[in-house]
């Protein structure tokens, strides 16, 4: 089964509007943290935001915040007044406690374009 | 700074040829990871260096080898590859000082591989 879950392939959005990146997971482990990253056309990964399973507030980093929905198992990633720099592919990303230590689960990535 | 530095940026190699990838991070960091990623594809574990100990080797050919010489600095040799190896190749570094499940992952620009 897929432990981390990304249903859009593709989304497009106007420039300065809002956009909301779905992501979905699955584990036991009550121990875990969920991770986004963006990876531009020129391949580096750059790491945008970080939620425990046991943070009690939602995250935001700047114009990224996350929506934990911990009974949902979902971490939406939320791009507020996007920009043209924001066209990109966006990985979600857990980690476990105690299964799989060491290795972080990624979903497929969904591919944002921002539009003009 | 979350800076992982990598080098080369482009590789192209034939199939006999022998040659290395190199990652640097100075972080301080004491894990430190190669991935695989295809075009369009999430990037796949190879290699987990916790320690500069070799934790995990996701059963990858021995036709890449990895080495780290010291907590800063893990090479990747390629040597017998095949075309199918094309790849974009990143290493990332994580700091390990906490739970794993909160570890975050700091990616490099990564080494475009083409091998003929």
């Known amino acids: 089964a897929q432990k981390i879950t990304q249903t859009q392939p593709g989304m497009f959005v106007q420039e300065k509007e809002a956009v909301t990146l779905d992501c979905t997971y699955d584990?036991?482990?009550?121990?875990?943290?969920l991770f986004w990253y963006k990876q531009p056309s020129s391949g580096e990964m750059i790491f945008l935001i970080y939620?425990?399973?046991?943070?009690?507030q939602n995250a935001t980093e700047g114009r990224y915040s996350l929506n934990f929905q911990k009974a949902r198992k979902s971490a939406n990633l939320v791009i507020s007044a996007s920009q043209l720099g924001d066209s990109a592919m966006y990985f979600c990303?857990?980690?476990?406690?105690?299964?799989?230590?060491?290795?972080?689960?990624f979903g497929d990535g969904t591919t944002l374009t921002v539009k003009p | 700074d979350t800076e992982v530095t990598q080098t080369p940026k482009h590789l192209v190699m034939g199939m006999t040829n022998k040659k290395s990838l190199k990652c640097e991070q100075h972080?301080?960091?004491?894990?430190m990871y190669w991935y695989k990623q295809k075009a369009k594809k999430p990037p796949e574990l190879m290699f987990v260096?916790?320690?500069?100990?070799?934790?995990i080797n996701e059963s990858v050919p021995s036709r890449f080898s990895p080495e780290c010489p010291n907590s800063s600095l893990l090479n990747l040799h390629l040597h017998a590859l095949q075309p199918e190896d094309s790849a974009l190749y990143l290493c990332?570094?994580?700091?390990?000082?906490?739970?794993?499940?909160?570890?975050?992952?700091?990616f490099g620009p990564g080494t475009r591989l083409t091998v003929l």
């Open positions: 584990t036991s482990d009550p121990s875990y943290g």
């Open positions: 939620q425990g399973s046991y943070d009690q």
């Open positions: 260096y916790s320690y500069e100990k070799l934790s």
């Open positions: 990332a570094s994580s700091s390990r000082d906490r739970a794993v499940s909160t570890d975050t992952q700091y």
């Open positions: 990303a857990m980690r476990e406690g105690r299964a799989n230590a060491g290795k972080s689960t």
């Open positions: 972080m301080g960091h004491r894990a």
